[in-house]
């Protein structure tokens, strides 16, 4: 069976270089067009790119240019997606930090990425991040606040060049957190091509995804932008927030991770969302149930699926919109006929048969450039996720190679876990894995050897909250006396599995 998505991006128009000609270009030819909405406040695509145009100056007049990382401390807001188009308008390289992160994991960042200057706000939520700013400032960032009122214009900028739009921090099974080089041609093609399969009319989205993350970067705002649509931030993300963003602003392209959108359907208050707008609604970043599937496709005109991660920048595969819910079961639709796919023998990298498990590799001009401190990316990338191929040339996700999981839409490593509860006192050894949980897909259960008894758990819960983002942080916390080894001396994982599900 042919590819269904070959017809639909025949087509696509040709891309501009960069992801900030899409602004100039609304700006240009649909200026009273909505580009953002944040609380009461709205933008149009030309007010959009005066206020692009004012901090983008402000940071060439602190010696900003190409190469340059920019940091931004924000939620889901206008001055987020300001700060972004402003740093690729002097070809610098943007760095979000989401506000739930604690200092050490703000520090590991900054250290890494080396930022010339970091955007803040003071207040995020009601936590005020003076504290953590000054520290941060100590590390050789210099730190602008959102507020200041002394940005002011300088001559016309020249254009950049630079190819690398942003850094996306993803960590590996070593805990080690590495920078994912996101490049313009990747978010341009990512955003063009949902945009094409994912057609609505007009376009309009929510943006409540943590500015870190590509899904509120390229999948969201990039898209957003690419279509010359409107996307409405929600600094925070909640079930009723989202439900009255839905329906007060006619939302009509949602695309969440399968917990967030389980959450907004378990709430009361869906029962009583109007839901005529909703032309579209999409998921990824893990399996949806058929229950929620069915669930959504009685709320959207029709539903729609993708697989992707940071690296991959845009989708490697999807499926076009459909009102047929069984048919989203299984899949993870086809794969972008532009990218260069194959599923491969893990160890070996000889391709698999159709039918067969293997791992998902890609290896196109659409991927990430390659991580921050590292060699140039080059060759097959190989994804850590299992997958085999259909009759119809659809692929199914079917397991992990690596052992990160997803838990609510987020990406968690179990090693950068383990690291930590490792240099706490009285630990001998730890294993963090995942466990299945009816709302997040996976959380994590943290098996640990240590002195003293259950309390001793409490204070390990309590660094962990100290000192990761709450979706990182373990759910469950167990004591044994010994890790269950193999005789390789291996902790031996499917004994602790054994362990955690009984």
Same mark, same amino acid.
């Given at each position: 069976?042919?590819?269904?998505?070959?017809?639909?991006?025949?087509?696509?128009?040709?891309?501009?270089?960069?992801?900030?000609?899409?602004?100039?270009?609304?700006?240009?030819?649909?200026?009273?067009?909505?580009?953002?909405?944040?609380?009461?406040?709205?933008?149009?695509?030309?007010?959009?790119?005066? %206020?692009?145009?004012?901090?983008?100056?402000?940071?060439?007049?602190?010696?900003?240019?190409?190469?340059?990382?920019?940091?931004?401390?924000?939620?889901?807001?206008?001055?987020?997606?300001?700060?972004?188009?402003?740093?690729?308008?002097?070809?610098?390289?943007?760095?979000?930090?989401?506000?739930?992160?604690?200092?050490?994991?703000?520090?590991?960042?900054?250290?890494?990425?080396?930022?010339?200057?970091?955007?803040?706000?003071?207040?995020?939520?009601?936590?005020?991040?003076?504290?953590?700013?000054?520290?941060?400032?100590?590390?050789?960032?210099?730190?602008?606040?959102?507020?200041?009122?002394?940005?002011?214009?300088?001559?016309?900028?020249? %254009?950049?060049?630079?190819?690398?739009?942003?850094?996306?921090?993803?960590?590996?099974?070593?805990?080690?957190?590495?920078?994912?080089?996101?490049?313009?041609?990747?978010?341009?093609?990512?955003?063009?091509?949902?945009?094409?399969?994912?057609?609505?009319?007009?376009?309009?989205?929510?943006?409540?995804?943590?500015?870190?993350?590509?899904?509120?970067?390229?999948?969201?705002? @990039?898209?957003?932008?690419?279509?010359?649509?409107?996307?409405?931030?929600?600094?925070?993300?909640?079930?009723?927030?989202?439900?009255?963003?839905?329906?007060?602003?006619?939302?009509?392209?949602?695309?969440?991770?399968?917990?967030?959108?389980?959450?907004?359907?378990?709430?009361?208050?869906?029962?009583?969302?109007?839901?005529?707008?909703?032309?579209?609604?999409?998921?990824?970043?893990?399996?949806?149930?058929?229950?929620?599937? @069915?669930?959504?496709?009685?709320?959207?005109? %029709?539903?729609?699926?993708?697989?992707?991660?940071?690296?991959?920048?845009?989708?490697?595969?999807?499926?076009?919109?459909? #009102?047929?819910?069984?048919?989203?079961?299984?899949?993870?639709?086809?794969?972008?006929?532009?990218?260069?796919?194959?599923?491969?023998?893990?160890?070996?990298?000889?391709?698999?048969?159709?039918?067969?498990?293997?791992?998902?590799?890609?290896?196109?001009?659409?991927?990430?450039?390659?991580?921050?401190?590292?060699?140039? %990316?080059?060759?097959?990338?190989?994804?850590?996720?299992?997958?085999?191929?259909?009759?119809?040339?659809?692929?199914?996700?079917?397991?992990?190679?690596?052992?990160?999981?997803?838990?609510?839409?987020?990406?968690?490593?179990?090693?950068?876990?383990?690291?930590?509860?490792?240099?706490?006192?009285?630990?001998?050894?730890?294993?963090?894995?995942?466990?299945?949980?009816?709302?997040?897909?996976?959380?994590?259960?943290?098996?640990?050897?240590?002195?003293?008894?259950?309390?001793?758990?409490?204070?390990?819960?309590?660094? @962990?909250?100290?000192?990761?983002?709450?979706?990182?942080?373990?759910?469950?916390?167990?004591?044994?006396?010994?890790?269950?080894?193999?005789?390789?001396?291996?902790? #031996?994982?499917?004994?602790?599995?054994?362990?955690?599900?009984?």
């Amino acid at each position: 069976m042919a590819n269904p998505l070959a017809e639909l991006l025949e087509s696509l128009t040709p891309p501009f270089e960069r992801i900030e000609d899409y602004l100039d270009h609304w700006a240009e030819y649909t200026p009273d067009a909505e580009a953002c909405v944040e609380g009461a406040a709205r933008l149009t695509y030309k007010g959009l790119s005066q %206020r692009v145009d004012t901090l983008a100056e402000r940071l060439s007049s602190l010696g900003i240019g190409e190469g340059d990382v920019v940091a931004t401390l924000a939620p889901p807001s206008i001055d987020f997606i300001t700060a972004f188009l402003a740093t690729a308008r002097l070809g610098g390289v943007w760095l979000g930090i989401n506000p739930k992160y604690r200092l050490d994991e703000m520090r590991q960042l900054i250290s890494d990425a080396k930022p010339s200057v970091l955007l803040a706000r003071q207040e995020i939520a009601g936590r005020q991040y003076a504290a953590e700013l000054a520290e941060l400032a100590a590390m050789g960032a210099r730190t602008l606040t959102f507020d200041d009122d002394k940005w002011v214009a300088c001559p016309s900028l020249q %254009r950049a060049s630079n190819p690398v739009a942003a850094l996306v921090y993803t960590s590996g099974s070593t805990g080690t957190a590495k920078g994912a080089r996101l490049t313009h041609k990747g978010l341009i093609r990512g955003a063009q091509v949902r945009s094409r399969v994912w057609y609505v009319a007009p376009f309009r989205t929510i943006n409540n995804v943590p500015i870190n993350h590509v899904g509120g970067l390229g999948d969201l705002a @990039c898209t957003a932008l690419v279509s010359g649509g409107c996307q409405v931030f929600l600094d925070k993300f909640s079930a009723q927030g989202t439900l009255g963003i839905i329906e007060k602003e006619g939302i009509t392209y949602w695309y969440q991770a399968p917990t967030m959108f389980q959450m907004c359907l378990d709430d009361p208050q869906a029962e009583k969302t109007d839901w005529a707008s909703l032309q579209a609604a999409i998921w990824s970043g893990g399996r949806a149930p058929e229950t929620l599937i @069915c669930r959504l496709a009685s709320v959207a005109d %029709r539903i729609g699926v993708d697989y992707s991660m940071s690296e991959s920048i845009g989708a490697i595969t999807l499926s076009p919109l459909t #009102d047929r819910p069984e048919s989203l079961f299984e899949t993870v639709g086809w794969a972008d006929p532009g990218r260069v796919v194959r599923i491969v023998m893990p160890g070996t990298n000889e391709p698999v048969h159709q039918g067969e498990q293997g791992e998902i590799q890609i290896n196109d001009e659409w991927m990430f450039a390659g991580y921050l401190g590292q060699p140039a %990316r080059s060759g097959w990338f190989g994804t850590g996720d299992l997958g085999a191929q259909d009759k119809d040339g659809s692929i199914r996700i079917t397991g992990r190679a690596k052992e990160m999981f997803k838990s609510g839409g987020y990406n968690v490593y179990p090693r950068e876990i383990e690291m930590l509860i490792e240099g706490l006192d009285g630990v001998r050894a730890v294993s963090v894995l995942p466990a299945a949980d009816p709302l997040y897909g996976e959380v994590g259960v943290a098996v640990i050897a240590c002195s003293g008894d259950d309390s001793a758990l409490f204070a390990i819960e309590s660094a @962990c909250r100290a000192r990761l983002a709450n979706y990182k942080v373990p759910k469950r916390f167990l004591r044994v006396n010994e890790m269950p080894m193999l005789p390789i001396g291996k902790v #031996d994982k499917q004994a602790l599995a054994k362990l955690i599900s009984g």
